[in-house]
């Protein structure tokens, strides 16, 4: 099956932080066909947004046919759904994107910021050994459910909440050991976690964070640099929103 556009009726809303907010969407053809790692797009009813908002999928219930997306306010248009209450309606479009290619073997997830929902879906559907790394800013979010999904290292900024550093001062910390990396997160961590990876002859899926257009590939805006020509464009680069948002580390450069 292919993406769809369609109106999700919200199931529920709640706030996790002080601008962090998770929101539940009716959307059976989306929630059916969904994997860890992929994302929907969101539309604004503001017709002077003309782009959609790209967010993660944190949860899916397949039997409920819901999604669940957890998010950070940022700008008019996240600010607008977090208004969203109960039984409202909202044009999502989606599934987009590749999603983590899930393999069986001793998994270290590590999610930082915001990039931290994505790892929920992942460590549940994964069937193997796995630890998981956080990486926050200061207030967490998510730790009750990820806790109960495998075990949790934690890293903060504030150091009020686990080692004081990020998610690789937490690995040494704790002493973290795998045969695969699953991150998503900012830039320069994922750039940390590549490095890392490499040094240590671990392979590692990184899902990259990048404002998005389209979400289907065609605009070109959200592009990366890649090791290998692109067949689409034909230089070095890769599409985030169509080629990924998950990379083998080795493709792309950060």
Do not use: W
């Not at 989306?30 to 503001?46: E, L, M, P, R, T």
């Not at 957890?70 to 590749?98: C, H, Q, W």
């Not at 990020?166 to 050991?177: G, P, Q, S, T």
């Not at 899902?207 to 959200?222: P, Q, R």
């Amino acid at each position: 099956m292919s993406a769809v556009k369609m109106t999700a009726k919200v199931i529920s809303q709640e706030r996790l932080a002080s601008d962090i907010f998770s929101l539940v969407l009716y959307v059976p053809d989306i929630a059916k066909q969904a994997k860890a790692g992929q994302f929907v797009s969101v539309y604004s009813h503001d017709g002077s947004k003309l782009l959609p908002r790209p967010i993660s999928l944190c949860e899916m219930d397949r039997k409920k046919n819901t999604i669940r997306l957890v998010y950070r306010v940022v700008g008019g248009g996240t600010k607008e759904f977090s208004a969203l209450k109960e039984g409202d309606g909202i044009e999502v479009m989606g599934p987009l994107g590749n999603g983590f290619s899930q393999k069986n073997k001793k998994a270290i997830l590590i999610g930082g910021g915001i990039g931290i929902p994505p790892m929920l879906e992942l460590a549940r559907e994964l069937d193997c050994e796995k630890c998981i790394v956080l990486g926050y800013r200061d207030e967490t979010f998510l730790l009750k459910d990820l806790e109960a999904a495998g075990d949790v290292y934690i890293a903060s900024e504030d150091g009020k909440t686990g080692v004081k550093g990020n998610v690789l001062d937490a690995i040494r910390e704790y002493d973290v050991k795998g045969d695969i990396i699953y991150a998503c997160g900012p830039t320069p961590m994922l750039r940390a976690v590549k490095e890392y990876a490499m040094a240590n002859n671990i392979e590692a899926q990184l899902s990259l964070e990048e404002k998005m257009a389209c979400g289907i590939g065609a605009c070109l805006a959200c592009v990366c640099q890649s090791t290998e020509i692109d067949e689409h464009s034909h230089v070095h680069n890769k599409r985030i929103c169509k080629d990924g948002p998950v990379f083998d580390a080795r493709e792309v450069e950060l």
